[in-house]
């Protein structure tokens, strides 16, 4: 989980500096489903849950 952090709040930093227009609403749906998808398979998280929400301010 604490990857999962890393990156979601690595991700928030960079679309901060990018004045918040790095990441488009296709993209932040694209890469939250990425990450679900991949903690599903290494089983930090169940199919119905949004392990990013905590951190995601994209």
Same mark, same amino acid.
């Given at each position: 989980?604490? =990857?999962?952090?890393?990156?979601?709040?690595?991700?928030?930093r960079?679309?901060?500096?990018?004045?918040?227009?790095?990441?488009?609403?296709?993209?932040?749906?694209? =890469?939250?489903?990425?990450i679900?998808?991949?903690?599903?398979?290494?089983?930090?998280?169940k199919?119905?849950?949004?392990?990013?929400?905590?951190?995601?301010?994209?």
């Amino acid at each position: 989980m604490k =990857i999962v952090q890393n990156t979601v709040e690595n991700l928030n930093r960079l679309n901060e500096k990018c004045n918040f227009e790095l990441i488009e609403t296709s993209e932040r749906e694209q =890469i939250a489903e990425i990450i679900i998808s991949e903690s599903i398979k290494k089983g930090y998280s169940k199919a119905d849950e949004d392990i990013t929400k905590d951190w995601r301010e994209w």
